[in-house]
């Protein structure tokens, strides 16, 4: 199979368009995606949703379908082929994989990636210090590999820390969305970007940022998983 994202513009007749306010409906995902089965809603955002679906010529093979809910144009749709190229460019074992990708008529974007495991990180590390370990060198592994290539990720948090199975029954981590992520080596951009809680004082700055950005993001991320709360929690205001 060709791993690289394919990038498929979807089209039909003129009188079958739908108005920009309705969402995707599954009946035409499952008529565009071809030879693949829609199966289940594994989560769901104000702006996006992700699906288990199954392969028809290979029932075995299970992937993940992330779709918008809401129309992307301009800036957002670059933004998410930005984040659909930097993933086809990062390939490391602790970055989700993406397979294909395109554009539903009305403006919805979709990708299919990996199909994680779902399991709740926190409950998965807490009282358990060996797993712990492993997710956090996972984690710091995956971040190394993305910074060597120039790129911030920016939204690091327990949210888009994803767990995997793996063959030998072990639990794999992989960093996820690469929506707010930013190359390094290009003209940097200051926007505040990321989750409040766990974004450097840098980035809320607006000043200049790097890889150690995400470390931070990820020092946080740690904290929260080790003892379920953030640092900023509590009564004390120097916290």
Known sequence: M????????????????????????????????????????????????????????????????????????????????????????????????????????????????????????QHRVQADWEAFYSVALQAAAGLAHIHRHGIVHLDVKPQNLGLVERDDGSLGLKILDFGLAQNVRGPLDRRIRGTLAYVAPEVLLQDRYDHRADLYSLGMTLFQLATGVLPSAGNDAAA
């Open 2 to 121: 060709n791993r690289e994202p394919a990038h498929r513009e979807a089209s039909l007749e003129a009188g079958a368009l739908r108005t920009r306010q309705d969402s995707p409906r599954i009946g035409e995902l499952e008529k565009l995606l071809g030879d693949f089965l829609i199966e289940e809603e594994l989560a769901r955002t104000p702006r996006a949703v992700i699906y288990r679906i199954r392969a028809g010529n290979r029932p075995e093979r299970q992937l993940a379908l992330k779709v918008a809910l809401q129309p992307v144009e301009g800036e957002d749709l670059d933004r998410f082929q930005h984040e659909v190229r930097l993933l086809s460019e990062v390939r490391h074992p602790n970055v989700v994989e993406v397979y294909d990708f395109g554009v539903l008529p009305g403006s919805f974007p979709f990708l299919t990636m990996e199909l994680l495991a779902g399991a709740d990180l």
